[in-house]
């Protein structure tokens, strides 16, 4: 079956620190792979996302690359801000699932001035 | 362009009550889908919409339930609510529902609490 995991949080870090967040994923088939990000009391954004293997999403300054080989997708930022303080949600959908996603656990991130 | 908008935002209801949520989605989106989010279980696809019919559901009991009409608003509809209905319930809109080339985007959200 399909299933999503990520590291645990919160991750805290100070601001322009590197930041990773890790995640891999079971699935049948070739899955289209996305970064969620949610803030407080709002509902969840979408990141970047990519489609197939060795693509890279990027946006914002984050990125993540598609890796078959590893079956992995995780998120990456050179430098982070206090206003990347959110929880982050890697997540797939298999071909033809009609939007029927599949969520990780989400990590929280902290970032301090 | 108007974002997702769920109504009500915030609801409160008693063990063995139903309720019904309303999803309006983005101005020609036509497949809708909904999730609820718990501290235990995470996000969990519910189903999703496209057209006025179900084209995919999750595994939740029946008391689950849902519908979208013409205009491609959804509501979703929990009878005989338990204590572990207590959730915020998104919704998601897109073009056509294919994850490959739309984008979903949520809303807000519905914050159930059952007593």
């Known amino acids: 079956g399909n299933s999503v995991t990520q590291m645990e949080g919160p991750v805290t870090l100070s601001e322009e620190a590197f930041l990773t967040i890790n995640c891999t994923y079971t699935?049948?088939?070739?899955?289209?792979l996305f970064w969620y990000v949610q803030y407080p009391g709002e509902g969840l954004q979408l990141l970047l996302k990519a489609t197939k293997a060795d693509d890279k999403g990027s946006n914002k300054g984050f990125e993540a690359t598609y890796r078959k080989e590893t079956t992995s997708f995780h998120l990456e930022k050179g430098s982070v801000q206090v206003s990347d303080s959110a929880v982050y949600f890697c997540?797939?959908?298999?071909?033809?699932?009609?939007?029927?996603?599949?969520f990780g656990s989400g990590t929280k991130l902290n970032v301090k001035p | 362009k108007a974002g997702v908008t769920q109504t009500p935002r915030y609801l409160i209801k008693t063990r063995g009550q139903q309720v019904t949520l309303s999803c309006s989605p983005i101005s020609g989106h036509r497949s809708v889908s909904w999730y609820q989010q718990t501290p235990g279980q995470g996000l969990q696809f519910l189903f999703e919409?496209?057209?006025?019919?179900?084209?995919n559901k999750g595994n939740f009991p029946g008391r689950f339930s849902g519908r979208q009409f013409s205009n491609s608003r959804s509501e979703m509809n929990v009878s005989t609510l338990e204590l572990g209905d207590s959730a915020l319930y998104l919704c998601a809109s897109s073009r056509i529902g294919d994850s490959s080339t739309d984008t979903q985007y949520f809303g807000p959200g519905t914050r159930l609490t059952v007593l």
């Open positions: 699935a049948t088939g070739y899955p289209s």
């Open positions: 919409y496209f057209s006025e019919t179900q084209r």
């Open positions: 997540a797939l959908s298999g071909l033809y699932n009609f939007n029927k996603f599949y």
